[in-house]
Nanobody
Framework: QGQLVESGGGLVQAGGSLRLSCAASGFTFSMYDMSWVRQAPGKEREFVARINWSGRSADYADSVRGRFTISKDNAKSTVILQMNSLKEEDTAVYYC???????????WGQGTQVTVSS
């Protein structure tokens, strides 16, 4: 059974940076596209960033493009979300998600809280 464990969340002032990590186990990481999804209080989950199985192609939500960077290390079974120039509206629980290339299998992490204060 696949497992994803996020870390790196916390409290940061607006304009600051955080680095989220997601460690994967129990499945063939290199065959999965990886995403970060967030959920703010009272709102639905929203897409933040995605990187393909090879780590060579990424895309971002308009709200984070230019501030966040997603990267994937298949050797370490880890995906990173580097978040810079954080804003209060980035406050949310951030989830790591794995989707099997070609579909059919999805894994979710338990989430990590990011709080940005003014």
């Amino acid at each position: 059974q696949g497992q994803l464990v996020e870390s790196g969340g916390g409290l940061v002032q607006a304009g600051g940076s955080l680095r989220l990590s997601c460690a994967a186990s129990g499945f063939t990481f290199s065959m999965y596209d990886m995403s970060w999804v967030r959920q703010a209080p009272g709102k639905e989950r929203e897409f933040v960033a995605r990187i393909n199985w090879s780590g060579r192609s990424a895309d971002y939500a308009d709200s984070v493009r230019g501030r966040f960077t997603i990267s994937k290390d298949n050797a370490k079974s880890t995906v990173i979300l580097q978040m810079n120039s954080l804003k209060e509206e980035d406050t949310a629980v951030y989830y790591c998600k794995a989707d099997l290339r070609g579909g059919g299998v999805t894994y979710w992490g338990q989430g990590t809280q990011v709080t940005v204060s003014s």
